[in-house]
């Protein structure tokens, strides 16, 4: 990715108190075929998101532990966040 600059993204979508378990459960032993889908794409420093059939798969598990928040933009089910401060 030399000479192209990078860009962070954030989204953030609420979550069903009574799924919150099945989440954690589901992220802390993520599929293999996922893992090799985000190294593949050269995806690092990552937090849940990325449309690639495999994935498709994952979030129709994962997203039945999910709820829209009221904030978000007409349309979207994870709303947009902006990066405006990063220490690394």
Request: charged fraction near 25%; include cysteine; charge should be positive.
């Amino acid at each position: 990715m030399r000479g192209s600059a990078l860009q962070r993204m954030g989204m953030v979508t609420g979550s069903k108190s009574e799924k919150v378990a099945d989440y954690k459960r589901l992220h802390a032993n993520v599929w293999p075929s996922v893992l090799d889908c985000l190294a593949t794409s050269h995806i690092r420093n990552y937090s849940i998101f990325l449309r690639k059939p495999e994935n498709l798969r994952w979030l129709t598990i994962t997203d039945p532990c999910l709820v829209p928040l009221s904030t978000r933009k007409d349309g979207e089910f994870r709303a947009m966040m902006y990066d405006v401060f990063h220490l690394a």
